[in-house]
């Protein structure tokens, strides 16, 4: 019996996974600046996280094309916060600097690599 070459899953995609690994690091980054500030950070990854989630696990019912444009709009949407965070004149230091040299880059590097992903994916 010949064996069928299972399709991989969107979320699989050697391409999405540093964007997913980037996300958890700067979930990680904001908790340690939030405990050294003396807060209590937040453990879930809010609406936007689940909504990510069940479109990368719909990709296939979706097609990739959908579900990538929906990872790029959210992306965009994260970088516009940061931009809109970063005009903030109290804003301090330590999170103007996380975000300026770390996250919104991260956040425009996503941008491109989706926009690359959406051009070659199939209609």
């Given at each position: 019996m010949?064996e069928?070459k299972?399709?991989?899953?969107?979320?699989?995609?050697?391409?999405?996974q540093?964007?997913?690994?980037?996300h958890?690091?700067a979930?990680?980054?904001?908790?340690?600046l939030?405990h050294r500030?003396?807060?209590?950070?937040?453990?879930d990854?809010?609406?936007?996280?689940?909504?990510?989630?069940?479109?990368?696990e719909?990709?296939?019912?979706?097609?990739k094309k959908?579900?990538l444009?929906?990872?790029?709009?959210g992306e965009?949407?994260?970088?516009?916060?940061?931009e809109?965070?970063?005009?903030?004149a109290?804003?301090?230091?330590?999170?103007?600097?996380?975000?300026?040299?770390?996250?919104l880059?991260?956040?425009?590097?996503?941008?491109?690599?989706?926009?690359r992903?959406l051009d070659t994916?199939p209609e």
């Amino acid at each position: 019996m010949a064996e069928m070459k299972r399709q991989q899953n969107l979320g699989e995609s050697t391409h999405l996974q540093p964007i997913y690994a980037a996300h958890k690091n700067a979930v990680s980054s904001f908790q340690a600046l939030i405990h050294r500030l003396g807060g209590i950070p937040c453990e879930d990854s809010g609406a936007w996280g689940t909504w990510a989630k069940i479109v990368l696990e719909g990709a296939n019912i979706l097609g990739k094309k959908v579900a990538l444009k929906t990872l790029l709009e959210g992306e965009k949407s994260g970088a516009k916060d940061y931009e809109k965070v970063l005009q903030d004149a109290e804003l301090s230091s330590d999170v103007r600097a996380l975000i300026e040299t770390k996250l919104l880059p991260e956040q425009q590097s996503h941008i491109r690599t989706l926009d690359r992903l959406l051009d070659t994916a199939p209609e």
